[in-house]
């Protein structure tokens, strides 16, 4: 597992912040060449008790989203990527199973099976224990760094985080709502015990606080807004 921390950035401070981290890291070797973004679009899924939204709301320090993602979904990937993320206070940690899309019903619809990959067979039990559902789509542009001399270290900026509700498996952007209009999430996740140098000055420098931000909980809230209903 390793430690990672996450902090609400203006979106006037992005280029300074680039600036800054630009001796010390190189994006990510999935940045497409003619850009230093792309994009994510996440199904997350909930059981009809909203137990993972509530686990957040509560803070709860042992916890677990399952989530459906998808890289830039607009050029309609053949892929899919089937997560769970795990949170245990500070220090978070990511299984995921990578299939054809065109296989993910079929697989969604039918019962685990001792031979298939362990990734698979846990989301698949998870999926069933708590009878979860899709209820939000979170989509975002991503800048994501690496450290160059520090292993394991990766930065990221998500801009532009947009949602909109489902109740099945879809990355389409119908009705989407915004959730920042000004604002863009850093997040920082490193595996050793404290902050690099380098990043503690960027914070303290911007004048940035670490919160606890998870996309899932803000987009579901934005959307509880809109329909009028008290979470």
Do not use: W
Not at 32 to 38: A, E, F, G, V
Not at 99 to 118: C, D, F, S, Y
Not at 154 to 163: A, G, K, Q, W
């Amino acid at each position: 597992m390793r430690r990672e921390y996450k902090y609400l950035v203006p979106n006037n401070q992005l280029d300074h912040i680039r600036r800054s981290i630009s001796p010390f890291c190189s994006l990510d070797r999935h940045t497409p060449k003619d850009r230093r973004d792309y994009s994510i679009s996440s199904v997350y899924f909930d059981s009809t008790s909203s137990s993972s939204y509530i686990d957040k709301i509560e803070g709860i320090g042992q916890r677990r989203k399952l989530r459906i993602r998808v890289y830039n979904p607009l050029e309609q990937p053949e892929t899919v990527f089937l997560e769970i993320k795990r949170k245990r206070e500070q220090f978070i940690a990511k299984t995921r199973f990578k299939m054809e899309r065109e296989k993910l019903q079929q697989v969604l619809n039918g019962i685990a099976t001792a031979n298939q990959p362990k990734e698979l067979r846990s989301f698949l039990y998870y999926h069933r224990l708590q009878r979860m559902h899709p209820v939000v789509n979170v989509v975002y542009e991503r800048e994501a760094y690496v450290g160059n001399y520090h292993p394991g270290l990766r930065i990221t900026l998500d801009m532009n985080l947009r949602c909109n509700a489902t109740n099945h498996v879809n990355f389409s952007e119908t009705k989407t709502r915004q959730v920042f209009r000004n604002h863009s999430i850093l997040e920082v996740k490193f595996e050793r015990q404290v902050l690099p140098q380098f990043v503690t000055r960027l914070i303290s420098r911007h004048r940035i606080e670490r919160q606890a931000l998870s996309k899932f909980t803000m987009s579901m809230d934005v959307l509880h807004a809109a329909s009028g209903r008290i979470a």
